[in-house]
């Protein structure tokens, strides 16, 4: 992260938090290319890469960005009280079916069944509430 600093480069996405200190970020450098800092923890390394580098790309490559996509939860997320979180889902008929609960403890397995990321309020969501859906690559 330094060595960006050390580059001249500025903070496009500042800081993405992960698990406790594998925090991911987007960079512009001086010449304007872009930049990313990736964890290198898998599950939190996959994260940085949906939520920056595909959008990124998208962008570089003329594509708009599509209203979000929402959907019906069918079971209780937890989440963090002080922040956003992603957790790894899969759509049925519409719905979310949570597939941490599936595998929990298990992180690399819950991102290779799931097909998007649920995006989880602070505080968690609850069975019937609407969350943000994030397409998995």
Do not use: W
Request: proline letters at 9%.
């Amino acid at each position: 992260v330094h060595a960006f600093a050390d580059l001249g480069a500025t903070g496009i996405v500042g800081e993405i938090a992960m698990t406790r200190g594998l925090d991911g970020r987007l960079v512009e450098l001086p010449a304007g290319r872009l930049a990313v800092y990736v964890p290198g923890d898998l599950p939190a390394a996959l994260a940085v890469l949906t939520t920056l580098v595909v959008p990124a790309l998208r962008s570089m490559a003329g594509h708009d960005d599509a209203d979000p996509v929402l959907a019906l939860i069918d079971t209780d997320l937890p989440g963090d009280p002080d922040r956003t979180t992603l957790t790894p889902a899969v759509r049925r008929r519409g719905e979310l079916t949570d597939t941490a609960q599936v595998v929990r403890g298990r992180p690399l397995v819950a991102p290779a069944v799931a097909d998007s990321y649920a995006v989880v309020p602070p505080g968690g969501a609850n069975a019937g509430q609407l969350v943000e859906l994030v397409d998995l690559p």
